[in-house]
């Protein structure tokens, strides 16, 4: 496509940090009226090519024309003023004061703003506090803010990551506007089928150059994932599972009527040694709650939890962590001690394995941290500060320190949020190494097609009670769609 | 005012309640009421109660200045010194003079915590020896004074109470409430609140950092020249700026500003300088040792705070 007919023109972009190379030579262009999928795994450079178009930080060389001009942001207000405009995953409000405030701040039309959200079906209390509001919406109260100013480009960055199926709708529906109206969207998502489904074209990052630029359609997922592995770590096409014979028959975990907080009503479930059973629902079922409650932050107001066959009460974490059960948290950030190394990160749990007075046996650890770090993978190469590693490796970082520790039941709460597809894969092959040594992994995930890529068996929460428990064969994604919206679903 | 609202007022309506319990109690330990007790009462909270607001301002803004104290000593000095035997027209113009010098310093700051990177509490901690230094240079002893008319226009001639209330309720109408609703305002609840998001949303958080150190040196000032207005003199002691400093945290602090930046505003810290007023004349007229007094009136600061915190994670419910 030649330049001058393209809204955005990047051509030649670098950036470096210190000795880290994160962009070299990336080129990327978008046509009025197109949606365009920006690809790439974790470490390809996506986030810093966004951050460049969006005013954060400044590109090293390369150039950025907009409708032929040539351009730099100093910074996002400047981006938003030329006519882009992002939003982020962490929306980008300020918590502590009133959508109102957060409007003003913006220099945001108040009235335009109500007009782009009742667009969407949705309403907001502008008095209402920001942190007082939940993450889905709030991510939407960002896109309306971004809409209201009319932007020639919205830059969507893995907006739909954890949003329930009803407001990732209404995202899509909200860029098939722009493209209506002659405006374009560049959309990054690790959700393959929403690309296909929605995207015009779509550019592959890989190692900070751009590898490939193709109209996306059906059937493009190979095309995609093969991009951003690259040839060498080509993998194989996902297959989905099907029941194990060997399972056995022993009860771990059995959970008998729990309710608490605003959601869990009388669910009950078992989870049977060695089994990895998923979990599907909708946002806001109860399964945050569920999963808190598992790991001993939080109380049932009623039922009872047996671990083998024992009645267990939790009043702390470290209990759970006792008895076997190990959480890894949705937000990766409130598990890790960010500006420590891995290996901290790493040894952060283990301390079952510490001696009697209290003296780490620093060479112990550090067996157990390298095997943790070789099992799974995990890049090193920023090992010194576990934020400064990318979002799949804190990832691993977080499901790492319970294999240094050890565990009965690994809670995992949606771990391949927002990172890339390889990575992805590495996870799900991770969970059922766990399977086959014996021990049992509670999934919950936001991205329906992985319950048949990693799990045994899938339960669905509907409204606080286990709507459908179906066996691994039934679990496609229409089956758990219809159950997660309380449909009932043939066994 | 809808319920969102009123919830946010609580911790005011809260302090309100406590100042007037605590006041009642002292007047009911007087003899009598009239406009000279009162006006004892507004003397006596005035300087640190314009510490206190400032100090909110830069912690809402996720800062803390440790000099803030050493700031006001500095400006009590100055116009100690300089307004002794002088007309009024000459020392209100002096005050004008040292209002600017106070935002200056309070600017200055606030730019070298911005350039360095450094902590806000590693730089203040220095520029407050800085300070207490030059205070001391300027006035090695006790002493100076001010044009009584200008002294009689801060704290009100003997008994009229009314002009340090207006000293006190100005700066809240003047400074606070535009500021509340300007830009800056939003702005510095959203570098507190949030410095990435504040960033994202347009904020130039470096200028917005080094505006509200000139307002925290702005109210420093103020405070200051309240100080000579009210003792007719100077005091340049370290341990009074430092005492004055941990009195205007632990004003902003009770007043319903948080530590953490982003939440509270300034009517709270004036209140609460009312609190820490009344418990230790309390305290001193039932004959209790001062040291006594100094532990419970940190018993009560640890209370307030506490029960705040545990009514705040209530309201916002389990994250």
Redesign the interface.
Known sequence: MASNNSLLSIKGLEKSYGSVVALKNANFEVSPGEIHALLGANGAGKSTLVKILTGVITSNNGTISLNGKQLTFSSPDDARKNGVAPVFQDPALIPDISIQRNLTLTSTNEARFVSELALMGLKVNLNEIAANIELPLLRMIDLARALSHDPELLILDEITAALPIDLAEKVITVMNNQKAKGKSVIFISHRLAEIEEICDRATVLRDGINVDTFEASQGSEERIVQAMLGEKNKRNSNEARTSRSSLSSQTLLEIKSISGGKHLKDLSFTIKKGEVLGVAALEGQGQDLLFEILAGESNPESGEILVNGKIVTFSHPSDAINLGISYVPGDRKSALMPQRSIRENLALTRFRGISKWGVINSKDEEVRVDDAVSSLQIDTRAKSQVKRLSGGNQQKVTIGRWVTTGFDLLLCFDPTRGIDVGTKQQIYELVREFADQGKSVLLFTSELREIQLACDRAIVIYEGRVQADLPIEKCDEENLLNAAHGIAVAK | M?L??LK?QSWNLAIIVLALVLGAWRISQLPQFGAYEARTFVLGILPIALLSMGQALIIIGGGINLAIGAEAVLINCLSAKYMLDTSFSKSLMLAVVFIIVGVLIGALTGWIISVSGIADIVVTLATSFLLVGVAMYVMPQPGGGINQTLADLISGKVPNFIPPLICLILPILLIWIPLYRS?LG??M??I???K?????????VNLTRIKLYAFGGLFAALSGLALTGITLSSSPFANISNTATLNSVAGAVLGGVALS???GGLIGPALAALILYFIPTILLAYGIDPAYSQIITGALTIVVVLLGGLLRKRT?G?K
């Open positions: 809808n969102i609202q946010r830009k939003i702005s609840y959203a507190g609140s949030n990435d998001a504040a960033f994202l949303s347009g904020v130039n930046g982003g939440v916002a389990k």
